[in-house]
């Protein structure tokens, strides 16, 4: 199995082949080795962090950006995103508070990325 990768690791956005012959995974393309590790890692379990907004009551914005504390696997994220679409919160809130704990199952927590400050009048 093979797979092209653009590397993001650094500004040189080496184009990287990832080739699984044998049970041997091998990295070419890469200038560094921390393409070869991003290579490896988008190969055999790609994660991000999820970044989205939800619905706040009473705040002085309509919705609220939040934030993953740690990367989930990318297979997941339609689904945590699903149960943040549904999710409505209430102000007060500040930076970092938790919004969803263990969100899916996965055991990272998703966070306020900013504070929110009730509405007055």
């Given amino acids: 199995m093979t797979k092209d990768?653009?590397?993001i690791?650094?500004?040189a956005s080496c184009r990287l082949r990832v080739t699984e012959t044998g049970g041997k995974?091998?990295?070419t393309g890469n200038d560094c080795p921390r393409?070869?590790?991003h290579g490896l890692h988008e190969f055999q379990n790609p994660t991000r962090m999820l970044t989205?907004?939800?619905a706040i009551a009473g705040g002085t914005l309509p919705r609220l950006p939040v934030i993953s504390?740690?990367?989930i696997p990318k297979e997941r994220l339609e689904?945590?995103?699903q149960v943040l679409y549904k999710k409505k919160?209430?102000?007060p809130l500040r930076c970092g508070d938790v919004i969803v704990k263990d969100i899916c199952q996965t055991g990272v927590d998703v966070l306020a990325s900013r504070s929110m400050e009730r509405k007055l009048g």
Avoid: D, N, S, Y
């Fill in 5 to 7: 990768f653009v590397c």
């Fill in 9 to 11: 690791v650094c500004p």
């Fill in 25 to 27: 995974i091998t990295v």
């Fill in 35 to 37: 393409g070869e590790k």
């Fill in 52 to 54: 989205t907004t939800v």
């Fill in 69 to 71: 504390r740690e990367e």
């Fill in 79 to 81: 689904e945590c995103l």
């Fill in 89 to 91: 919160v209430e102000a």
